[in-house]
């Protein structure tokens, strides 16, 4: 789900085109103050992927991105912005530690949690992780890729109505699909995920959602394109069919989480602005028709989520002493 630094390479220009930013532009863009309702709370690190909200625990559940691991923010009962809250640890497993957690989401039927998990640099492990969200314990680890496959980088994960999961490779430009029991069934591929151009692909298949109806959607970062794919109902996934939407009204390059807000609506999250984009003929094509900033492009906005209506913008990183993080409302 981010701009997923999916080589070292990558991760050094991010660093020197950070440091690269004026201090004082820094400090002008920390000082300002988004026109929207904000949630801001104190963390253990400074990288947060991804955030998502737990309607049944009345809490913010958020992927550490440096050194893996998830925890929860608590909103305090009026929802005041100036409360500063702070960050809970709730998983962290020694087994899985210098890997990256990445996009989550919430498996409400099963009670589960799903996590993406992947080697932040050397892109030599992916994993698909599922917890007890009662007890938090680990109901499976599947193991996407090893030491000895091609890189890989599990990016991102959507689940269906049966509990299967899909998991983004933003490296190796597929799709694993992961049974309720985390058990790898297969690997949805096309020549479509690999659009025209070396630059276009440095970060590839990232936010992914289950659209109600049977489809993946799946943002591809670098170039923008959204694809739609239709998932074969005997389950023989030679049947899958992939197919780019026709989008209009703006372009979705640098798009990273996506978020269903209702069958014809999704948020693209990204930097410099997050997106509306809705669709009238089951995504076949659709059309940009609302833009957000936060103005604080310096966090680099990664995923959205949304609670009791409204849609909140999670940034990566955090800034000062207690690495602050803050998650933003978008009014589209």
């Not at 992927?49 to 893996?68: H, I, N, P, T, Y």
């Not at 923008?224 to 979705?252: C, P, R």
């Amino acid at each position: 789900m981010s701009p997923s630094f999916c080589s070292g390479r990558f991760s050094v220009a991010l660093f020197l085109v950070i440091s690269a930013v004026p201090i004082a532009y820094l400090i002008s863009l920390e000082r300002a103050v988004p026109s929207t309702h904000v949630f801001s709370y104190q963390s253990s690190g400074f990288f947060r992927e991804c955030a998502k909200w737990d309607d049944a625990g009345r809490r913010f559940l958020v992927s550490f991105m440096d050194g893996g691991g998830i925890g929860e923010v608590v909103p305090s009962a009026d929802g005041n912005s100036d409360d500063v809250l702070r960050e809970v640890t709730l998983v962290k497993d020694v087994d899985l530690a210098g890997n990256a957690s990445l996009g989550i989401v919430i498996d409400r039927d099963r009670n589960r949690l799903l996590v993406a998990v992947a080697d932040l640099l050397g892109n030599r492990y992916s994993a698909l992780a599922a917890y007890d969200m009662s007890t938090w314990r680990r109901v499976f680890l599947a193991e996407l890729s090893g030491q000895s496959e091609e890189k890989s980088f599990a990016d991102d994960v959507a689940v269906d109505a049966q509990g299967n999961a899909y998991v983004t490779d933003a490296k190796g430009s597929k799709i694993w699909k992961v049974d309720v029991n985390g058990e790898i069934v297969s690997t949805i591929e096309s020549p479509l995920f690999t659009p025209p151009g070396w630059y276009n692909n440095l970060v590839a298949l990232n936010g992914i959602v289950y659209h109600p109806d049977g489809f993946l959607l799946v943002i591809h970062t670098f170039s923008g394109l959204l694809y739609k794919i239709d998932l074969a109902a005997d389950g023989d996934e030679s049947n899958n069919k992939v197919s780019v939407v026709e989008v209009t009204g703006g372009t979705l390059r640098f798009g990273d989480g996506l978020e269903l807000l209702s069958p014809t609506k999704i948020v693209v999250a990204g930097s410099p602005s997050a997106k509306l984009v809705e669709s009238s003929d089951g995504w076949r094509t659709a059309t940009v028709t609302g833009w957000f900033s936060t103005g604080m492009v310096h966090r680099i906005v990664s995923s959205a989520t949304v609670k009791e209506g409204r849609v909140y913008l999670n940034h990566i990183v955090g800034f000062g002493s207690k690495m602050r993080h803050i998650l933003v409302e978008a009014v589209f």
